[in-house]
């Protein structure tokens, strides 16, 4: 009976006249609205874009300038360790020297001295530190001590200074609290 029905030429002629209205519908899908898109469609998804490329190459920029200035950060960091922070092993002999030739130079007379040695929070490598130290001069001389303690070519803090006059004569008593920091070098024995 399908058979029969398949050789019946209204038959064939309504599957004929459906295959071409099912082609009909997709030509005028085709040609009334592109699968892309129009025209206007995709010259807007162009500019899109290109203003979505050209903030990615901003951003692209200003990334590689960042990563120069923390390079150069880097760098900087290294040498001003190198010139001014000086290895654990020799520090004290160092600064001790520093300090009583300043005093030498300045014309005072150096006192108690005492030192202490701690860790600085979040650094594998560096301590600071804090030396204790009195001084007998007059006015004038601990003024010149202060000033070459300015100029010295390490990484002298000084923290915190209290002058009192002695009874007799001209002379100051002064105590100084000076900070410094120590590098630990890897590989180096403490």
């Not at 960042?66 to 001003?80: D, I």
């Not at 520090?91 to 009583?100: H, K, Q, V």
């Not at 007379?109 to 009195?134: C, F, H, N, W, Y």
């Amino acid at each position: 009976m399908t058979a029969r029905r398949m050789k019946d030429p209204r038959m064939m002629a309504r599957l004929v006249v459906g295959a071409l209205l099912a082609a009909n519908v997709a030509a005028a899908l085709v040609a009334f609205h592109p699968w892309g898109g129009s025209a206007e469609d995709l010259a807007r998804q162009q500019e899109e874009l290109r203003g979505r490329l050209a903030q990615m190459q901003s951003k692209l920029k200003r990334s590689r300038a960042l990563a120069s200035k923390v390079e150069r950060a880097r760098t900087e960091g290294e040498r001003f360790l190198a010139q001014y922070i000086t290895d654990r092993r020799v520090t004290f002999s160092i600064i001790a020297d520093e300090l009583n030739r300043t005093a030498k130079e300045a014309g005072i007379r150096q006192k108690e001295v005492s030192i202490v040695l701690e860790p600085v929070e979040g650094s594998d490598t560096l301590s600071q530190m804090t030396i204790s130290a009195g001084y007998e001069g007059t006015y004038s001389n601990l003024t010149k001590f202060v000033n070459l303690l300015d100029k010295s070519p390490r990484f002298l803090i000084i923290e915190n200074m209290v002058a009192a006059p002695q009874q007799a004569g001209q002379n100051l008593n002064v105590s100084f609290k000076l900070d410094t920091f120590v590098r630990e070098v890897p590989g180096s024995a403490s």
